[in-house]
């Protein structure tokens, strides 16, 4: 059997409810499992996906997060199937993306922006927080551009997650 998990991208922002999203399949119809965690809490479940005649089917799963305990703002997305003869964990997927709640309290959404020459992440955040010091949520919602906050680039752009 196989997973192709299409949502969520590596390093996506996510909220409270996590959309896990792909095609799975192989068999007549499969049991597949999710797991959501950072090393400290796991929300977990499962669903079927296949297509009736052992080719692949299509799932989408809206998982409800807002109950876990997270510590951290970087979970692992996991997708696999279990196998009956031995209880492993098989052909998982692992998906790495961005906590935004544990960035902004009460985040919902985000808004893009495109680096300007001259910007600072200080400017950006005294901005859209009101308070220049707040820049390190911007570092934290972008992981996938900001190496390096003392360097960013004009084009680049970035995530500022909103509540």
Do not use: C
Not at 108 to 126: H, M, N, S
């Amino acid at each position: 059997m196989s997973i192709d998990v299409q949502q969520p991208r590596p390093l996506g922002l996510v909220g409270s409810h996590v959309q896990i999203a792909g095609t799975a399949g192989g068999a007549f119809e499969a049991q597949f499992n999710y797991r959501i965690h950072e090393g400290h809490d796991e929300v977990v479940g499962g669903f079927m996906a296949g297509d009736g005649v052992g080719g692949h089917g299509q799932f989408q799963v809206s998982v409800d997060v807002s109950g876990a305990a997270f510590a951290l703002d970087r979970l692992f997305v996991e997708v696999f199937w279990v196998s009956p003869k031995d209880g492993e964990e098989l052909d998982k997927i692992i998906v790495p993306v961005v906590y935004g709640p544990r960035i902004v309290p009460g985040y919902r959404v985000y808004q893009e922006y495109t680096i300007k020459p001259g910007d600072t992440l200080f400017a950006i955040a005294a901005h859209y927080y009101g308070n220049g010091n707040l820049y390190t949520r911007l570092v934290r919602a972008n992981p996938h551009v900001i190496t390096n906050p003392n360097v960013i680039h004009p084009g680049d752009v970035i995530r500022i997650p909103q509540s």
